[in-house]
């Protein structure tokens, strides 16, 4: 990788300050919510996850696309098997150094031929330690990564970013023994694998969809991207839905819209959690999980009768809930891991025994 | 934890003296679980008889006895101290398997006493190959098929089954001893015929070669919370030891899949095993598809672990002994950060590069290709954001006259050297991919991931760009971009000037500063700098912008050690500890670099910034422009760190101490000399020649015995002894080219004489604590193998008098303020000096534990200037004798003459201490491996004088009731004597009885072989009989002066009649 063929980049964040770079990928300019990940392995799957939507994604660890990009096969589900959902989400993608040389038996692309081919820029070269210092002191900051003119600042979270990602017709899946309706709020594709291998059948709706008039044994809500604020009426869904009584199981923005749905309150985080190595507490258990959000549920705010289910061995966040009473749980983390994790892909089997107690 | 249970007083095993498996890591891991044991208020008693260790050092365990780590002793140490529990997972496999027989044995339920941590059929399950599969059977977890053997014949017909290639391996063994690939019938016979000798047990398994070896650190506390703290991929695939083997944290090939799936493979294997603390667990990965195996589970801190926590920043030992003791990862606060919990794993934002050091040039007839069994003595860890950048450090950390663009090294058959890689390995690689081969070529030759070849190849394309410069200006372009990976300034100086001496390194700096191409501080945080930390833990690099910290107050830099190896080693690693200790106390805020993971001084907590990087003239400076520290400290960390001395000063470095100029007297032969005729002090004669005829002139005048040094080494060792003009002849023709550039120094070697080593402490050349050590074995032995005895009990008043006084005398002229080493040679009481270092020497920690006297403190207080009182001479006259005596790991070292001679061949070293000599060295012996003789001694005691000088003592081992056997001079020589003796005809002579199948069945419990001269020779029965010694793990004495005190030492105790005295004991009776 000499720098030689590369063209000159920066990145540009809100605050005024600027880091240098070249550029790789795709050669145009853009702009969005400049957050960092310090996932050592997984580029392919942040890549795609929705939750990355709006956002220039900054890796901590220094050597990216060892492995290159696998090949773009389905699963029998019709699901991409190397990604978490059909394309890349991210807007921008920001290295200190790529690798044009890859090497894996599943590899088919560079991660530079990638970026090009989903028309998604590039920034290497890049002191990305002192960038995402930058952030944790400052918290999250918009950017704009400037290669062939000045795009301006873009502010994802002024948007439905939900609305983007959501699947717009609802989709069934699997033949199994009880029938869950997912919300899509921007689901990753490893939550449906989860949820499939577990014998199911899903019906996948859009996230403003009404399912609460439909048959269901169970409720499970998906992670998504920005603020569970904007996702209106599937706070109302919810709420609806809670009172049916039946299981419900919500992963990250999940964990918040069930949360908001109950009568809680989000926030913010200064500069969210998106890594592999985050540690839950739940009783006198610990956990690994793999993380990827910045709006967090208000523990102080929980209605009477629910109860925080996991908190954050670091910050002391809220990690997810449980009813006191009813089948209603959620974390805030991802179970399903890819990347990260899976130590608490258990939480899946509880959905499911949850619907089977349902159903007896 | 329940109130009757709670725990006052446990016992740590320690891992003994430095052997090739088991180094510098487990001081580190026993330091940091005495640390963790006593902030919870336990008293902890320390078995270790490596006296140059920082665990044993004062006012760190309660208390200290320098004893063998073996079951007797052990057990003895049990009943008088009473402890309430037993730690045997930070003291190696030593401790390991002295916990295993103890417990077999019934021992620890009789005192009882409990295992701390992980239970111990946890950890025989992990031993035993068999039970060890079947557990991970129960969970559906594969392991690489395999059968146990305990023949050869059975060994034959499980590999049939299996199919071959296979490998053999043995259980309990150190660092995969005597493990090893057979790829067919013949090959297996022999390699199962050596396993089982180590072992009644051998294992034939599934070959895996060329599938990927990757490991991982996993934690677990007693409420079942499990996590791993890292991950690490050997570049060399399957089939090199990892202790052989290029390795680099984390995995850079894996895919997320892979990683998880591993990570989650490992958590379920170490739940259903119930390991408790810390263990390290090792998979196969098929390069073609996620196939895995699990190879092993070591349930205890190890070599990798001590990798992973220099490499996180985790303070993984230390959290492992909390675990032990019942903590829970969940509560237990996280030191580095100080905000968050122990519980999570960290997250990397730089790529580590482990490099091991080998040094074969130390022996002859090694084997110098590498594989299954570890033969490597040391290694460093570089610390990048490019992976050609850490491996660059890496190299050049192993070897600072070496880097990888610029090596010494060609190979004529590259092909063979790709297929079966030596210690060169890194260098072949490069050769080929230099020399044309594709990348895809070198991959089917070696199976390393085409990854990391690539990036190799990025490091050749950049030395061809630089070339390009030759004598033209270079773009700063360029030279950044070559900084970034990893350049050194001195290979684009040679790249650019074609030279590369310090004019020219100074030349590129220059042009680098004026650019403002500089490297940047960067911070060890564990968490990828996601929240914020309190870590001073630190490295450089180019690839970044920005600082993370900027030193407020000024400090003293301390260099360390380096890597480890033969002749630099722990030892170094306590003297700098102790300076850093005395700075502390001093409140002198102290500022450490140094590289080698398996160390006490790279710890988180030992200095107030580390900086974990190079040794080199280079990243000094560039530290030292960032720290502005008031002076640097380069006395304590041996060789590496006193060859910068010169440099430094004249790159305008404050010095503390000895003057540089002082040093380079003393390190140029020429001037020494001349300063020493001055003085009227006498020394070997010596010359510096660069040619043949000169060099024969000079012999015969003098007369042979000569010691050669070469300047230049072709093969073999680098120093060796010649007898007549035939071996002069000889050497100078096939180890060396002699010429202007490369001359030869000869010395005359004096025999029969006694050689004495001096460490002393003096400010402005006034002496203030010295201790004289004598060598049990005449001069000829290299000071680092040579057992020593502190105090001298057998030298003469007048010697000793003459030795203080020469010293004065040298010290005085020079005006030396710091540590410094003396060796003299006395004969007839005329004294010589042979030696004399400037700086802290191998013996140190030994004369200070002895004396109770730390001499690194008294010349760190030196160095600063501050008040140091001439310590009370009767200090130094004790009422006890400590013996320190080397550690070999022939075993490993496959075809490797175990004879000692002028080039150091120990790995380690133990010290024991005892009311008489005997005592002390008979400990020590035993503390080395050494077993007393049960029944049959074979002699073969070298020429007419030896014998002779051995007479008395045979007769003893007779009157003893020792059952003799000798080879036939031997034999007729002590018949002659009227001492009854069995004949054993020599190996290569095909009568019988034969001394080679009295060794191969075990029939006898020890060989004394004395070599008629200290010649190294061809393939000579002598040689067959000590290399068989060693391969029946039979215990070897090749000297006549320990033979002879070996001999007083059993014939006046018995392993029971030694006493087993804590080393407060013994400081106490002096008070």
């Known amino acids: ?360 | 934890m329940k109130k009757s249970n709670k725990l006052k007083k446990v016992l740590l095993l320690g891992s003994g003296g430095l052997s090739i498996g088991q180094a510098g890591e487990f001081d580190y891991s026993g330091s940091q679980a005495i640390k963790a044991l006593k902030e919870e208020g336990i008293r902890v008693i320390l078995i270790n008889p490596n006296i140059a260790t920082i665990q044993t050092s004062k006012n760190f365990a309660d208390e200290v006895y320098f004893l063998p780590v073996t079951a007797s002793f052990v057990e003895k140490i049990i009943a008088k101290e009473k402890p309430d529990g037993i730690l045997l997972s930070f003291g190696g496999q030593t401790a390991l398997n002295c916990g295993i027989e103890l417990h077999k044995s019934g021992t620890l339920a009789k005192h009882r006493v409990r295992v701390l941590g992980t239970p111990i059929e946890t950890i025989i399950a992990t031993e035993d190959r068999a039970l060890f599969v079947e557990k991970l059977s129960e969970i559906g977890v594969k392991a690489p098929r395999s059968t146990a053997v305990s023949s050869v014949s059975d060994g034959l017909n499980a590999a049939r089954k299996i199919g071959f290639p296979v490998i053999v391996r043995v259980a309990y063994a150190l660092g995969g001893l005597g493990s090893g690939f057979c790829k067919n019938e013949k090959e297996l016979e022999s390699h199962l015929k050596l396993a089982l000798t180590y072992s009644e047990q051998a294992l034939v398994e599934e070959s895996l070669k060329g599938w990927k070896e990757v490991e991982y650190e996993v934690m677990r506390d007693s409420k079942d919370n499990c996590m791993t703290v890292c991950n690490m991929e050997n570049l060399d695939p399957l089939g090199i030891h990892t202790g052989e083997s290029i390795v680099v944290a984390p995995s850079q090939t894996l895919t997320d899949s892979e990683y998880h799936k591993l990570r989650e493979l490992s958590i379920k294997v170490i739940r259903h095993l119930g390991v408790i603390g810390e263990c390290n667990i090792q998979f196969a990965l098929d390069p073609y598809s996620e196939d895995y195996r699990v190879i092993e589970v070591n349930a205890r801190l190890s070599r990798s672990s001590a990798l992973a926590s220099k490499a996180t920043g985790y303070p993984l030992a230390f959290i492992a002994a909390k675990l032990v003791i019942g903590k829970s990862l969940t509560e237990i606060p996280n030191p580095v950060t100080g905000v968050t919990k122990a519980f999570y794993e960290p997250a990397m934002d730089y790529v580590v590069v482990k490099f091991p050091r080998w040094d074969s040039e130390k022996f002859w007839n090694v084997e110098r290709e590498i594989g299954s069994s570890m033969k490597s003595v040391g290694e460093a860890m570089a610390i990048g954001r490019k992976f050609e950048e850490a491996l660059q450090k890496a190299v050049r950390m192993i070897n600072p006259r070496v880097s990888l663009t610029e090596h010494p090294f060609a190979f004529t058959d590259l092909k063979k050297e790709l297929e079966r890689p030596t210690d060169k390995r890194i260098f072949a690689l490069l050769s080929a991919l230099e020399q044309g081969y594709s990348v895809d070529e070198v991959f089917k030759l070696t199976m390393i991931d085409k990854w990391f070849l690539y990036k190799i190849q990025n490091i050749i394309k950049m030395r061809v760009e630089l070339k390009k410069q030759l004598h033209g200006p270079i773009s700063p372009e360029l030279l950044r971009s070559a900084k970034e990976l990893g350049f050194s300034d001195r290979q684009i100086a040679k790249c650019v000037m074609g030279k590369d001496d310090f004019k020219s390194e100074m030349r590129i700096r220059g042009i680098r500063k004026k650019h403002s191409i500089t490297p940047v501080t960067k911070q060890i945080d564990t968490l990828a700098a996601e929240y914020p930390c309190r870590t001073n833990y630190l490295y450089l690099t180019y690839n970044g912008t920005e600082d993370d910290i900027r030193p407020k107050k000024k400090g003293i830099i301390v260099l360390g050690g380096g890597a480890y190896s033969i002749g630099s080693s722990v030892e170094f690693d306590w003297c700098c500890v102790e300076c850093v200790k005395t700075l502390r106390k001093e409140k002198i805020p102290s500022v450490v670099i140094n590289y080698n993971p398996e160390t006490v001084s790279t710890d988180y907590d030992e200095s107030d910034r580390l900086y974990f990087d190079e040794l080199s003239l280079e990243r000094v400076l560039d530290i030292y422009d960032k720290e502005k520290p008031s002076g640097l400290v380069l006395s304590f960390g041996g060789q590496i760190p006193n060859n910068l001395a010169l440099p430094l000063s004249k790159c305008g470095v404050k010095i503390l101490g000895t003057k540089p100029k002082s040093i380079d007297i003393v390190e140029d032969r020429h001037k020494f000399s001349k300063i020493l005729d001055e003085l009227g002090l006498d020394q070997p004669e010596w010359k510096e020649l660069t040619s043949l005829k000169d060099a024969k002139e000079f012999c015969f005048r003098v007369g042979y015995p000569i010691i050669i040094r070469p300047s230049y080494v072709l093969s073999g060792s680098a120093m060796s002894v010649v007898y007549s003009e035939e071996d002069l002849e000889e050497f100078l023709k096939k180890a060396t080219t002699l010429s202007k550039e490369h001359p030869v120094v000869l010395t005359k070697f004096i025999t029969e004489a006694k050689e004495i080593d001096m460490d002393l402490v003096a400010v402005n050349g006034e002496i203030r604590a010295y201790a004289i050590s004598e060598h049990v074995e005449n001069a000829g032995v290299h000071s680092g193998d040579a057992t020593l005895v502190t105090p001298a009990q057998k030298l003469y008043i007048e010697t000793v008098r003459q030795i203080k006084w020469i010293s004065r005398k040298v010290m005085r002229h020079l005006k030396i303020t710091g540590p410094v080493n003396f060796q003299f040679l006395a004969k007839e009481n005329k004294i010589k000096i042979i030696e004399c270092n400037l700086r802290a020497s191998r013996s140190f920690p030994f004369v200070s534990k002895v004396y109770g006297i730390n001499f690194i403190e008294l010349a760190t207080k030196a160095i600063l200037g501050k008040k140091v009182e001439r310590a009370d001479t009767r200090a130094f006259d004790l009422d006890y004798v400590g013996v320190k005596a080397p550690q070999f790991s022939f075993t490993r070292l496959r075809g490797a003459d175990p004879l000692l001679g002028v080039e150091m061949a120990s790995t380690g070293e133990v010290a024991c201490l005892g009311e008489k000599v005997e005592e002390a060295f008979l400990k020590a012996l035993l503390s080395t491996g050494f077993r007393i003789p049960k029944k049959n001694i074979l002699l073969s005691t070298g020429g007419i004088k030896e014998k002779t000088r051995l007479l008395d003592y045979v007769k003893k081992l007779r009157e003893k009731g020792y059952s003799l056997f000798a080879t036939p001079g031997t034999a007729d020589f002590y018949r002659k004597h009227g001492i009854e003796m069995t004949v054993l005809h020599w190996p290569l002579e095909n009568k019988e009885p034969n001394v080679k199948d009295f060794l191969a069945q075990r029939e006898i419990d020890l060989v004394i072989n004395i070599p008629k001269s200290n010649e190294k020779g061809e393939l000579s029965n002598d040689y067959y009989i000590r290399r068989a010694a060693v391969d029946f793990s039979i215990p070897l004495i090749t000297n006549a002066q320990c033979a002879a005190l070996f001999v007083e030492a059993i014939c006046l105790y018995g392993e029971n009649d030694l006493e087993v005295k804590g080393w407060s004991e013994y400081l106490d009776s002096e008070e």
């Open chain 1, 1 to 360: 990788m000499s720098p030689k063929q590369h063209s000159r980049a920066r990145l540009v964040l809100e605050d005024g300050s600027v880091f240098h770079g070249f550029s790789f990928g795709f050669p145009a300019s853009t702009s969005g919510e400049v957050v960092f990940t310090t996932g050592m392995v997984g580029y392919p799957q942040s890549l795609t996850d929705p939750s990355y939507r709006g956002q220039i994604l900054v890796f901590t660890y220094p050597l990216i696309g060892n492995y290159g990009i696998g090949d773009s096969s389905r699963d029998e589900h019709k699901l991409l098997r190397n990604f978490e959902s059909d394309h890349i989400q991210a807007k921008a993608l920001v290295v200190s150094e790529f690798s044009p040389d890859h090497n894996h038996w599943n590899s088919k692309l560079s991660l530079d031929e990638w970026l090009n081919e989903q028309k998604v820029p590039g920034i290497f070269g890049i002191d990305t330690r002192a960038l995402t210092r930058k952030i944790r002191q400052r918290g999250v900051m918009l950017g704009k990564i400037i290669i062939d003119g000045d795009p301006g600042f873009y502010d994802p979270n002024k948007e439905n970013l939900v609305k983007l990602v959501s699947r717009k017709k609802p989709l069934r899946l699997g033949n199994g023994k009880h029938k869950a309706i997912v919300l899509d709020c921007g689901i990753k594709y490893n939550i449906l694998r989860q949820l499939l291998k577990r014998d199911l059948t899903l019906k996948i709706v859009p996230w403003d969809y009404d399912f609460t008039k439909e048959d269901y044994d169970g409720l499970f809500i998906s992670n998504g991207p920005g603020d569970p604020v904007t996702c209106g009426q599937a706070i109302e869904h919810i709420r609806t839905a809670i009172e049916a009584r039946k299981p419900i199981f919500g992963i990250c923005l999940g964990n918040q819209l069930l949360a908001l749905a109950a009568g809680a309150k989000t926030y913010k985080l200064k500069y969210g959690h998106r890594s592999q190595n985050q540690p839950c507490i739940s009783g006198e258990k610990g956990y690994i999980t793999s993380q990827n959000h910045g709006f967090a549920v208000d523990k102080k705010t929980l209605p009477r009768g629910w109860k925080e289910l996991f908190f954050n061995a670091n910050d002391g966040t809220n990690e997810g809930i449980i009813h006191g009473e009813f089948p209603f749980f959620s974390a805030q983390f991802h179970p399903e891991g890819s990347c990260g994790p899976r130590d608490t892909d258990y939480l899946f089997d509880e959905f499911v025994k949850l619907m089977e107690n349902g159903r007896k």
